[in-house]
Each structure stands twice: as structure tokens, then as C-alpha cells.
């Protein structure tokens, strides 16, 4: 069966440091990957999506990036991390964009 | 472009009763997929239910149903003999196979009163 990991679960980070969120994704091959960004009582707001290694789609201008490195894994990543950054971050998978999404346990991210 | 609109952000439902949150979505699409997603408040989303548009039948899973207008572009969720365990948001989704993305609702919360 499939599973989708993340890591790390909480995550408490200073303003201007780096930032490396990890997911990664068990018992498929070529899924589609996305990454969402959820704000305290607030809906998803898709950050990054992915249809194969290297290929990367950004749906929003900041200063978060992501990376494919290998087929099941999905990189979230910033240089200097912003207050504006604090959130829920959650990533997900697919077969296919018409089929459900899995979603991982998902990280708590806040930048003091 | 394609949006989903969720107009309740927040509904209650007594314990036992029956619940329905509405979405509207706007395409120009004929083919397409709808979702429904639940976010307890563990924070962990699942699915609850999917509807393929070809499909004219009502999606049902449980004690979960959809009421699917496709004219009308109205996709809502009914929850029959409501839990506690209900108690979530719930997010509609809009999906279609040329789109590489799913475009998510902005989530009505739902809270089972005992």
C-alpha cells in the first residue's frame, strides 16, 4: 500500500534562516506532488506541484522554492525564512490530477 | 480560470440530524472530477467522497451523499446521522485532466453538537 511521509512534525525556526521540509511517498511510481500551505482556520493554498522529477510548477511569487531530486521525493526549501512563513505546510500526492489526493500528517511551521 | 466557491464558512448540526454544505464551482469544462475533503481536527485531510461529471448517478459513501447539478455548477455534500466525529472542516475540490491541479474551496467548518 502507499503512504506519504513528512517530516520534521513542528518546526520552530528564526526569521532569515534556512528552511528544508521533506516528503516523500512509499509504494508508488510517478505520482503527481503538491505542497499546500494552510494558515490557522484557513483553506489551502497551493504553493508548488509536480508531474515528474525536475519538473516543478510554482503557483505562488515568494520565497519558498521546492525540488524533485527522485521520483516519490518532494523538497520545500527557503534561504532566509520570513514571519509571513508561519503556517501548516502539507504535502500530497496522486496517481493522476483526476484522482484523490493523499495528504501527509502534514508540519507545523512557525518563524519567531 | 477556474474557482470554488464555499459560501458557509461555519455550520452546527445536532447530533443524529442531517447536514448540507454547499459548493459552486465555475469551468467551462464538460469533464471534470469534484472532490470532497475532511480536515479534522488533527489536521489530517481525507477524502470523503469523488464525482466524475460524465457521471449523472450521485456519488454516495456511507452516510455521506453528494446532490451533483452540473447545469446549475453546484456540487454540495450531505452528511445523514451526523457524529461527533463530523466535526471537521470540509473542503470542496475541482479537478479535470488536462489541469495538472486540483483548485480547493475555501473550507466551511462543521461543528456536531451533542
Known amino acids: 500500500s502507499q503512504t506519504i511521509h513528512q517530516w520534521p512534525a513542528t518546526l520552530v525556526q528564526p526569521v532569515g534562516s534556512p528552511l528544508s521540509l521533506e516528503c516523500t511517498v512509499e509504494?508508488?511510481?510517478?505520482?503527481?506532488l503538491y505542497w499546500y500551505r494552510q494558515a490557522a482556520g484557513r483553506g489551502l493554498q497551493l504553493l508548488f506541484y509536480?508531474?515528474?522529477?525536475?519538473?516543478i510548477s510554482s503557483e505562488v511569487p515568494q520565497n519558498l522554492s521546492a525540488s524533485r531530486p527522485q521520483d516519490r521525493q518532494f523538497i520545500l526549501s527557503s534561504k532566509k525564512l520570513l514571519l509571513s512563513d508561519s503556517g501548516f505546510y502539507l504535502c500530497?500526492?496522486?496517481?493522476?490530477?483526476?484522482?484523490?489526493?493523499?495528504f501527509g500528517p502534514g508540519t507545523r511551521l512557525l518563524v519567531l | 480560470a477556474q474557482t470554488v466557491t464555499q459560501s458557509q464558512p461555519e455550520m452546527s448540526v445536532q447530533e443524529a440530524e442531517t447536514v448540507t454544505l454547499s459548493c459552486t464551482y465555475d469551468?467551462?469544462?464538460?469533464?471534470?472530477?469534484l472532490f470532497w475533503y475532511k480536515q479534522p481536527p488533527s489536521r489530517q485531510m481525507i477524502l470523503v467522497i469523488r464525482?466524475?461529471?460524465?457521471?449523472?448517478q450521485n456519488a454516495t459513501e456511507n452516510r455521506f451523499s453528494v446532490n451533483f447539478q452540473k447545469a446549475a455548477k453546484s456540487f454540495s455534500l450531505k452528511i445523514s446521522d451526523s457524529q461527533l466525529g463530523d466535526t471537521a472542516m470540509y473542503f470542496c475540490?475541482?479537478?479535470?485532466?488536462?489541469?495538472?491541479?486540483?483548485?480547493f474551496g475555501p473550507g466551511t467548518s462543521l461543528s456536531v453538537i451533542p
Open positions: 500530497a500526492w496522486s496517481p493522476a490530477v483526476q484522482e484523490t489526493q493523499y
Open positions: 464525482q466524475e461529471a460524465y457521471k449523472q
Open positions: 469551468t467551462s469544462e464538460s469533464n471534470y472530477y
Open positions: 509504494g508508488t511510481s510517478n505520482p503527481n
Open positions: 509536480s508531474v515528474g522529477i525536475g519538473q
Open positions: 475540490a475541482f479537478g479535470k485532466t488536462s489541469y495538472d491541479k486540483v483548485i
